[in-house]
């Protein structure tokens, strides 16, 4: 079927009172087997992670930028558009191309609707478990941040909704910047006795003693498993640490072996590491201990359908990773017998909203949590003529809007904003609302600033981060994406040493000076800054006067020596 006959299609079945997304399933012939899948064996897990807060289904585009360098060079996780097709056998142009690649990304969208929405995602849940008794829930991390309702209700609406999904046993990193007395609330009082939040890796600083759970053990058909957590290693870096001040991170890779051997003395013939520690740490992670049968895996966002095998001196750990923003379940199935595992199986569903009946319970309380902000959550601040989005290595159209925004409103000759992997996508058409405003900005530190910076100083920030991000030891990656610039081009080499990444920097086409004061607008610093205005109010009157928003070219860096990477569409 064309793209217009379909688009017609839907239009007539609007106009006729028909419920539009009955046609988009049956427009798929592949509908009807999509979800699917056989269970295997008699050890399972379903695998969530990077929810990032998002209730209600969304649009969620794929990076076209995820360079990997070292033994991460045109590797899973990074690998794009076709390169990404080509490794893991995935038809152009199909279902789950769109899942997971950014090509035709806007066509694709309106042909196969949102993804993700915790009605849906409840369903898919149900289906899998009803096929795998006593399958646990894993989610890991970056659920209770991510949306207005999850900052206005200070992460009540994402426990009570991973309560009503039946969600086991969680890891965090972003939950961390609710606070530590709000984390440690609602651990020990709502999630208690229901759900195990579990980070062997967080230890109190002054007697080092543990702040959460290592694992639990559970059995499941007869087999003891235990499900050990790693929250992110690097909270306090890449977040403010004055907001568990008391706490220390640290990948701690000899005491995650000591709590390994620990479950295995307890009895566990399956012993899984649920992780927030991005990808490439899991992969170098699953190399460096023993005893691990598989790696369940977040923070990078990276979808990954097929799983990466590590071998290490006590066997062969699995290594996956979920993607993101509800959009995809991850589905593990062991056979185990005798003690051992005979057999495995793994499938990453994309969550299509249109192909998965809204499970009524959550849905009925999806729409009570956010029912007191109905009103503030549907404001339409502007429309959007061009696809705004986020993801990638560098900057996307909804980074570009926000440094647009910062460098108008405070006079700026520079804007930086944060390298943030979460946020949603629009299409074009779309309402830019509050609560889409919000996807891109709810964090607990949202002040915005101006200050005077030195040449010197700019180039020094992007050094800092660029060796954040391709760093070729995944050890040393410690946050995000690449900050994202306005008003400044600059050209980057990733393979450079320290110091010498970042070059060519020009404003107004015109060299940096070194010593030369400019003024640079930004938000979300990590430093305990006195209060001002949030970020979500000063682009919320940007966009308020703008009304239209026309088509944006992110402002992206020049790139130097990676011919042939196949990280970049």
Known sequence: MQRREFLGMLAAAAAAGLPVHNLRAAARPESGEFYHVPAKGNVHFLHMTDT???????????????IGLGGARNRPPHLVG??????????PGS???????????????????????????ATLVRQMRSERPDAMLLDGGDLWQGSATALWTRGRDMVDASLELGVDAMTGHWEFTLGDERVLELVENDLDGKIDFLAQNVRDSGFGDPIFKAYTMREMNGVPVAVLGQAFPYTPIANPSYLMPNWNFGIRESDLQDNINAAREEGAQVVVLLSHNGMDVDLKLASQVTGLDAILGGHTHDAVPRPQVVENDGGETIVANGGSNGKFLGVLDFDVADGRIRDWQYRLLPVFADMLPADPDMDALITRIREPYADKLAEELAVTEDVLYRRGNFNGTFDQLIVDALMEMKDADVALSPGFRWGTS??????????RLMDQTAITYPTTTRNDMTGERLKLVLEDVADNLFNTDPYSQQGGDMVRVGGLTYAIAPTAEMGKRIRDMRIDGEPVQADRNYRVAGWASVNDIPEGEPIWDVVGDWLRDKKTITEREPNQPRIIGLEGNKGIV
């Open 52 to 66: 990032h807060a998002q209730l209600r289904p969304v649009y969620f585009r794929e990076p076209a930028v995820n």
């Open 82 to 91: 076709q390169h990404f097709l080509n490794e893991f056998g995935v038809e």
């Open 95 to 121: 279902i789950n191309a769109h899942a997971m690649t950014c090509l035709d990304f806007a066509e694709a969208a309106t042909r196969y609707g949102r993804v993700g929405g915790f009605s849906h995602l």
């Open 426 to 435: 629009l299409l074009p058409g779309d309402a830019i609302t509050m609560e």
